[in-house]
């Protein structure tokens, strides 16, 4: 068998999508923690070392020794390796071309190329390694201008903004989903139960590759968020265009959005320990009477009632403000009716014509 050293490993020096996906697989030998946090779109974590024994490793590098820091990290990395050999690449046929990272493609990614370099794999390390991905995702969503022309939704909360956006992608419109990227709802109740957000950089990575798979040359939908979707900050990039856009404003009746609102939130209309909680961050406080009677409401399961009066005292209030001040020329208004299921497909139906007309 021939023996393999690091120069007879290829190396690749960019990340953008088009080198990613020249690959059978792009392979992130990182911890789980460090892939959970962010990882390249399309990468499987095949870790050469776990959370604790990272950790561990680490720990005997800065408080006893480097070399024994080496000699039981190389004893892991060889047991992991051996273990996604024996697992997930066991099928893996000869022509099998994998891309593989870790941190800044060192020690780690380098160990388990050479492995799989000596198995015959033609075995490619990204130089720089998870660093020169982010680096990508920095200069596309912080230091460039994107090339996309934006129309946005806008209007009220409980007009199902998020559900037009789908329905619009159904037509074959281009959108960006900002809520469904960040895991969030957008608003105060717009936690998704059971599903944390991503982190910042993560989401910044589903945002570059959803836009780096639209057309440039068609206009891309958005609903109008504020700067922050959750706690995830919209990218620089995005956020430039969004504050010049055109809007187009949806529009129903406050008995209508109340409705949708306790469709829309059954998860938090079912967790009164939630909806407790919610209301006590409202960002202006309500009072104790105001508290009490809301209480009230849910405990009756007048729920309607319940965001019917979140609306006027809270919602519509901070929109109608935010709006009076806004610069961006308007496209019309669009009336939902009653936000039923054919209301909303017909509002599509009605956004996709006018977006058409605008690239005509």
């Known amino acids: 068998m021939k023996a393999i050293s690091l120069s007879d490993i290829e190396t690749l020096a960019t990340a953008d999508l088009a080198s990613l996906a020249r690959y059978d697989a792009v392979i992130d030998v990182r911890s789980p923690a460090e892939f959970a946090e962010d990882h390249a779109p399309g990468a499987i ?30 004893a892991y990395i060889a047991h992991n390796v051996a273990h996604h050999l024996q697992t997930a690449l066991a099928d893996r046929p000869g022509s099998f071309r994998p891309l593989i990272y870790c941190w800044r493609g060192g020690q780690r990614s380098n160990a388990m190329a050479t492995i799989l370099a000596q198995v015959g794999w033609r075995t490619t390390v990204l130089t720089g390694g998870y660093k020169t991905w982010r680096r990508h995702v920095s200069e596309r969503l912080y230091d460039q201008t994107l090339p996309f022309r934006l129309v946005l939704l806008d209007g009220y909360t409980g007009l199902g903004k998020t559900e037009v956006l789908q329905r619009l992608a159904d037509r074959g419109q281009q959108v960006i989903d900002l809520e469904g990227l960040a ?115 849910a405990d009756a399961g007048d729920f309607e009632a319940l965001a019917l009066d979140l609306m006027t005292l809270h919602y519509d209030p901070a929109y109608h403000r935010s709006s009076r001040k806004d ?34």
């Open 45 to 74: 974590n095949l870790p050469v070392l776990s959370n604790e024994e990272r950790a561990e490793v680490g720990t005997i590098y800065v408080q006893q020794d480097r070399f024994l820091a080496r000699k039981v990290g190389a």
């Open 183 to 297: 895991a969030h709802r957008g608003s105060l109740f717009g936690a998704l139960a059971g599903q944390p957000q991503p982190s910042q950089k993560l989401f910044e990575s589903r945002l570059l590759l959803a836009l780096e798979a639209l057309d440039p040359a068609r206009p891309l939908i958005v609903e109008a968020e504020s700067s922050k979707v959750g706690e995830r900050m919209v990218p620089p990039a995005l956020w430039n265009l969004m504050t010049v856009a055109p809007r187009l404003e949806l529009s129903a009746t406050p008995e209508a959005r109340a409705r949708y609102l306790v469709r829309a939130y059954g998860d938090i209309v079912a967790d009164r320990a939630a909806l407790d909680e919610a209301l006590r961050r409202l960002p202006t406080w309500p009072g104790r009477k105001r508290l009490e009677a809301w209480g009230e409401l």
């Open 327 to 360: 610069a961006r020329p308007s496209l019309g208004v669009l009336e939902l009716g009653d936000l039923q299921s054919a209301d909303l497909d017909a509002a599509a139906a009605e956004i996709a014509r006018r977006v058409e007309a605008l690239n005509a």
